[in-house]
Each structure stands twice: as structure tokens, then as C-alpha cells.
């Protein structure tokens, strides 16, 4: 018989790095998930990625038991590594801090199009185009599509 849901926790955690500390010790503590055992778990499966921010779906089930799906880290994340920028421009239609060719971001959609809601490669770089747009990063070239 299947367990029944209880809750299900959003985070975004750096790869191999989560400890009890906030945001996933109130987080988690609040369902009464033993945290310790999910930072265990997490760590083993994220050693890979260390260091990138990674999203995770917590499903916690009324006996306390969990389990979790980690996803693609978000476009914004990828779009900062590519580019080699800090961080987004405040205004984004004034200031633009950085550039992106369409090659670029074919990798990042082709990478992330998993966790999108889309079916094809040309409707998942067009969202990609679309957040590096809004990010203030330009996007250099024709489109391809």
C-alpha cells in the first residue's frame, strides 16, 4: 500500500554541502524529518556536483519517512558560470553586465530541458534566452531556429 503524503519541502542546496544549519534544519524540523539522515543521504548522492546549487523536491509521507528528487541546477546559476559574471544587472533593460552565444545556450537547454516544461530543444532555449535576457546578459548572434 502506498504511504500518504504529508508535505512536500522546495530548497535549493549546494551540492555535497547541507548541514542542519538553516534553511534545511527549520525546514525540515518543522515536518519532523530527521535531518541528520536526509544531509547524509543528500551529501552521498550530490558529491558529483560539489559546490553547484542544486534544487530538491522533499516529499515527507505522515510516518515521517522521506524521499527526495534532486534536479538540474537552475538556468539562472548556469547562465552566471557561463558568462563568468557575479551577478545579474538590477536593471536589466538599462544595464547589461555580460554576453551569451546561442551555442551556450543550446548546452544549458540541452542540460536542463529534463526539469522544463517544454518538448522541444528550440522552445527550451528560447525560455533560456528569455532569463539570460532578463538576467541583463545579451544575447549575441542570430537565432538559429
Known amino acids: ?39 547524509k543521504q543528500f551529501n552521498a548522492r550530490t558529491q ?27 538556468v539562472a546559476v548556469q547562465i552566471l558560470e557561463v558568462t563568468k559574471i557575479k551577478a545579474g544587472s538590477a536593471t536589466s533593460n ?4 555580460g554576453s551569451i552565444s546561442w ?3 543550446r548546452k544549458i537547454a540541452e542540460d536542463k530541458i529534463v526539469d522544463m516544461n517544454c518538448f522541444t530543444i528550440e522552445s527550451a532555449m528560447s525560455m533560456v534566452a528569455g532569463t539570460a535576457r532578463s538576467m541583463g546578459v545579451t544575447v549575441s548572434g542570430d537565432k538559429p531556429f
Open 103 to 105: 551555442d551556450q545556450i
Open 94 to 97: 538599462r544595464k547589461k553586465v
Open 1 to 39: 500500500m502506498a504511504k500518504e503524503l504529508s508535505a512536500i519541502v522546495k530548497l535549493q542546496i549546494k551540492g555535497g554541502a547541507a548541514n542542519p544549519s538553516p534553511p534545511i534544519g527549520p525546514a525540515l524540523g518543522a515536518k519532523g524529518v530527521n535531518i541528520m539522515e536526509f544531509c
Open 48 to 74: 558529483d556536483s560539489a559546490g553547484k546549487v542544486l534544487p530538491v523536491l522533499i516529499n515527507v509521507y505522515t510516518d515521517k519517512s522521506f524521499d527526495f528528487v534532486i534536479k538540474r541546477p537552475p
